[in-house]
């Protein structure tokens, strides 16, 4: 980000000098399918906002707004716990549909209560997944009423370019919401374009760029097709500039006259244009005259949600079991805006507890083509609760929360579990029959890990228990040492590998591939200070087959991580 050199007492005084006088509040508008990114986008927004006053409306599909917690949950780690930031919430619909009228009153309220004392500057607006926003766009653009202030910038749609490649490929067009989403853009952001393939295709030039510019190249081509009026950009994890999205600009060099201190460079609101698309021609504009709005599009997407609650935590086990059976979408239904035969599962958020982690929130998300991601956020702030939300078309409700519901601990684990270190505070008997119960997989497993020289597997010393330990579990660690011809201890102090977020890499790789993979970074019970991968024995996938997983992304992140540590030449 620029900096420039300024004292901070006049920035105020400073950005109402170059902001367009007499403005209403700016509003941009953010959409795009299922699992595109568009609360990654929305963070990206607040943890660089600099001075910006920015207000939030997140709308979700579902009873349980998964989104809205997530993002207070961030705003609490921007400084100055998040003032400058609003966030409201539109829940259980559709914001184009039976929330429109919430949507408008939110509005009013900031427009009454918040712009007029200069509490908010900018409102930005998330959609959820299966929204249309043909009807949005027509409400923000009202030239009287309640919305006669509000003033849309720019619409802007995520897409996940990894879900939507697979999905042209297999001959899958976009439709409903998700081309509609496209048809309204004024920018379109190709969002997971490290997803995308790296292998060239044949007489298109060679090396990993290639393929993922080729890729790109087909993409666009694709998207021009519906929309040439937007502009299109690509990004990893939503990280793009704030004027990319925004219309904000920074202040013209003469805004600096007065130096004293650094301070980041402040964000000026433009006027509206820099953005917005008006050609008369634009699909956009057809689309919002043809376009009878309403609650169509909901019954061409065919969408169903599950929403799941439990004050018990979850079986490690059953939980793996889970995300690598029932969560899994056929290669048919791939793709972002796939219409697959069978039931499937398009994206799920939101809350884990598990038994054998009584103390931890993890964080749950599964998007595009059965990709996951499972993050420890960290010790639970409240009581802690599942609390999960399915997405998905002709899903089976009824087996599905039959099936979470399995994944439940009883009570008496429970309530066991809510006190103590350990999953489930079982006598040494108990935990001596489950061990044997569970020798020969255990040792199957032992043997693989043990088997590749890039792993260490974690055993406590001898004569020490394994504090918080379930007997179920198995801890294992990669560490690549033997690649580098130097000792873990070599690495850790004098190369300053960090393996805890070396190993947290590796468990977000598997979690990532398509098809669904699935592994957890957690600590060891006997070292806090060791971050670890763990596995829950017992379930009805065995070791045996996220094990190729493993080590093929093994390789991918150990090189990344060791690629300086190779070249190093310190004499160590």
């Not at 309220?109 to 299966?130: F, K």
């Not at 684990?413 to 103590?420: V, Y």
């Amino acid at each position: 980000m620029a900096t420039t050199d300024k004292v901070g007492m006049f920035d105020y005084r400073e950005r109402q000098r170059w902001a367009p006088k007499d403005r209403k509040l700016p509003v941009t508008l953010i959409t795009g399918y299922l699992g595109s990114g568009k609360t990654t986008l929305l963070n990206h927004i607040l943890s660089n906002r600099v001075n910006l006053k920015i207000a939030c409306a997140v709308n979700d599909f579902a009873a349980i707004n998964v989104d809205s917690k997530l993002i207070a949950d961030k705003t609490e780690e921007l400084p100055g716990k998040g003032r400058g930031v609003k966030v409201v919430e539109l829940t259980n619909g559709c914001m184009c549909c039976s929330l429109a009228g919430d949507l408008k009153a939110a509005v009013w309220r900031m427009l009454d209560e918040d712009v007029n004392v200069g509490r908010i500057e900018y409102l930005v607006i998330e959609t959820s997944g299966v929204t249309d926003p043909l009807s949005l766009i027509r409400l923000l653009e009202q030239k009287f009423g309640q919305m006669y202030r509000a003033r849309l910038d720019a619409v802007v749609t995520m897409v996940d370019a990894d879900a939507m490649l697979a999905g042209l490929r297999a001959g899958d067009e976009q439709r409903g919401a998700a081309l509609s989403q496209l048809q309204c853009a004024d920018v379109i952001i190709l969002n997971k374009v490290d997803l995308l393939p790296r292998e060239a295709e044949p007489g298109g030039g060679t090396g990993q760029a290639a393929g993922v510019q080729a890729a790109v190249q087909e993409l666009s081509a694709y998207i021009r097709g519906i929309n040439e009026h937007a502009e299109i950009h690509t990004c990893v994890r939503g990280k793009l500039p704030l004027d990319k999205i925004l219309d904000v600009t920074q202040p013209p060099p003469e805004a600096a006259a007065v130096t004293h201190e650094t301070v980041a460079v402040p964000y000026v609101i433009g006027s509206g244009e820099s953005l917005r698309k008006t050609a008369e021609g634009a699909p956009r504009r057809q689309q919002q005259q043809q376009s009878d709005g309403g609650e169509a599009h909901l019954a061409v997407d065919e969408f169903v949600t599950v929403e799941f609650s439990s004050s018990a935590p979850l079986k490690l086990a059953a939980w793996q079991d889970l995300a690598l059976r029932a969560f899994r979408v056929s290669s048919s239904a791939e793709g972002d805006g796939a219409r697959g035969g069978g039931a499937t599962v398009v994206r799920a958020k939101g809350s884990l507890w598990f038994a054998e982690e009584p103390g931890e929130e993890w964080e749950f998300h599964l998007s595009g083509r059965s990709r996951y991601q499972l993050v420890r956020v960290g010790r639970w702030g409240g009581p802690p609760a599942v609390e999960l939300v399915f997405i998905g078309r002709r899903l089976d409700v009824d087996a599905l929360r039959g099936a979470l519901e399995r994944a439940v601990c009883g009570a008496q684990a429970a309530e066991a579990g809510a006190g103590s270190v350990g999953p489930t505070n079982v006598g040494d008997a108990e935990a001596a029959a489950a061990a044997a119960k569970l020798g020969p997989e255990r040792a199957r497993a032992e043997e693989l890990v043990r088997g590749d020289a890039r792993f260490e597997l974690l055993v406590p010393p001898p004569g020490a228990a394994a504090v918080g330990s379930a007997p179920n579990l198995l801890f294992f660690r990669v560490t690549g040492a033997v690649d580098t011809g130097k000792t873990v201890e070599e690495l850790e102090w004098k190369h300053k590998v960090n393996f805890s977020r070396l190993n947290a890499a590796l468990a977000q790789a598997v979690c990532g591939q398509s098809g669904g993979r699935f592994v957890a970074h957690t600590r060891w019970p006997a070292d806090e200070h060791i971050g670890c991968l763990v596995w829950a024995l017992g379930g009805e996938v065995p070791f045996e087959e996220i094990w190729p997983c493993l080590q093929e992304q093994a390789t991918l992140v150990l090189s990344d991580a060791f690629s300086q540590v190779l070249l190093c030449n310190c004499g160590w």
